[in-house]
């Protein structure tokens, strides 16, 4: 059934769809500033995300085929149409299903050329997906037993807040988290820091604006991210803030006391101790 | 926000033929004690998404085409900074039998940073101006490439009977 949407649906996809990108990058320059602060560093500006996408923009475009341009900007289509899913409160198995194609398309950029690094990064992004996919799948059966609904908007009919019936299951998550933003021990895909192991992964063959559109849909998944960890404490906007405070810093830390470790290893560590952890979880809300 | 070119200048470094001085001095900039970093410099190691290019050491036979073909991937406006003496006149390696000498025998050199190795801070003032440089191109102003600090060494008569003189000892 498809239901008609109405003027103040448009102003709020529209909003969260300037919005996001935005908050992305403001993230991603605290991220590095803090990085920078915590290895004894004066570190870039905040806002300097933006300098790197605009100068991005004002380069050549240089691609090796069309089709290459054709999958990152899939990739970026597809995250957007995740923000809107996730404005409109739609259906969390259907975002569930297009981030995962939005980051298949990168995997399909990055295989569809002859660059042994390319090919290299984006084997290993299929198995950090085999990675965090089960925990994503588990929360959501959590949001369903808690509330017999798949609608992410089902979440802010709940009296509680999210976090004290999953609280296992956040902390999976934030392995998640760790993981799409290739933080490290996770980081096999691609780095932020350090090229030196397979340079830039996965990215490796885009240059000047196409590399400008990875990085604004990478932006869009922060936000995505940083959205639904605050959705763990839906009840109380404030609360929810410093929620995710907690985590970012959790994850800098961890990136910052970690170095990076094999593929084999974050494959291990996933399906045994988060997914044990998630799994622990849903059978206490089953049972309870 | 218009300048955003010169306000992350990504950086892709290669070693041509040195001594690896000036790349210990060249990697030292990245440390706290000089954070590159807070100029939104980025040290990357792939040169479709870099600006500047930096060179140490003198072109040889074998890594001349190496270093024309990490060029040609640089996607346009770039740069290019050569760090240490050995990219201006082969250094201590000009003379030797498989040198051809300084870098801009190959490609177009923009900043010479002389000085063996250079320290940081004229590393930084090198990539500063050459950040300057890169903004011109950008707005479309061609800019003339830089004049080197060194003419480039040849051997003089004697030294190159020296050479044949100690050739021929080793051959007896």
Not at chain 1, 40 to 60: A, E
Not at chain 1, 89 to 111: E, K, N, P
Not at chain 2, 24 to 51: M, S
Not at chain 2, 103 to 121: M, S, T, W
Request: net charge positive; with cysteine.
């Amino acid at each position: 059934m498809i239901e008609k949407i109405n003027i103040t649906q448009w102003i709020i996809i529209a909003v969260s769809l300037v919005a996001a990108p935005f908050i992305g990058a403001l993230i991603a320059g605290l991220d590095r500033k803090v990085t920078a602060r915590m290895q004894g560093r004066k570190g870039p500006p905040v806002i300097q995300p933006f300098y790197d996408i605009i100068k991005l923009f004002s380069k050549q475009p240089v691609a090796l085929h069309k089709l290459q341009i054709l999958y990152a900007f899939l990739h970026l289509v597809f995250m957007m149409l995740v923000v809107v899913f996730l404005a409109m409160g739609q259906d969390l198995l259907m975002i569930l299903f297009a981030h995962a194609f939005s980051t298949i398309c990168l995997v399909l950029g990055g295989m569809s050329v002859r660059s042994p690094y390319s090919r290299i990064g984006s084997l290993r992004k299929i198995m950090q997906m085999l990675a965090y996919e089960p925990i994503l799948i588990l929360i959501i059966v959590a949001i369903y037993l808690q509330t017999d609904s798949f609608l992410a908007g089902s979440v802010m009919s709940m009296s509680k807040p999210m976090l004290w019936s999953m609280p296992l299951l956040f902390l999976s998550f934030l392995c998640a988290v760790a993981i799409k933003l290739n933080k490290s021990p996770f980081d096999v895909s691609t780095s932020h820091h350090a090229h030196q192991e397979i340079v830039k992964g996965i990215t490796i063959e885009y240059a000047g604006p196409y590399l400008g559109i990875i990085e604004i849909a990478h932006f869009y998944e922060t936000a995505i991210l940083f959205f639904i960890i605050m959705m763990f404490w839906q009840t109380n906007l404030y609360i929810g803030f410093g929620l995710e405070t907690l985590a970012f810093l959790a994850i800098l830390i961890l990136d910052n006391t970690f170095s990076r470790l094999t593929t084999t290893w974050m494959l291990k560590y996933m399906w045994s101790i988060p997914l044990f952890l998630s799994i622990a979880n849903i059978i206490w809300l089953w049972s309870k | 926000m218009f300048n955003a070119v010169s306000k992350s200048p990504w950086v892709v470094h290669f070693n041509c033929n040195s001594c690896n001085g000036c790349d210990i001095e060249f990697l030292a900039c990245l440390t706290p004690h000089y954070d590159v970093e807070r100029f939104g410099i980025l040290h990357i190691g792939n040169p479709k998404h870099a600006d500047v290019l930096v060179v140490t050491g003198s072109v040889n036979n074998r890594n001349a085409r190496v270093l024309q073909n990490v060029y040609n991937q640089i996607p346009d406006p770039k740069v290019v900074v050569a760090m240490g003496v050995c990219t201006s006149s082969g250094g201590v390696f000009a003379g030797c039998y498989n040198i051809l000498g300084n870098v801009d025998l190959v490609i177009p050199v923009d900043v010479f940073v002389p000085g063996c190795p250079p320290r940081p801070e004229a590393m930084i003032d090198g990539i500063v101006k050459a950040v300057g440089i890169l903004e011109r191109k950008r707005k479309g102003e061609i800019f003339p490439t830089a004049p080197k600090p060194l003419c480039k060494f040849k051997p003089s008569e004697e030294q190159s009977t020296e050479k044949t003189a100690i050739k021929e000892e080793k051959t007896v």
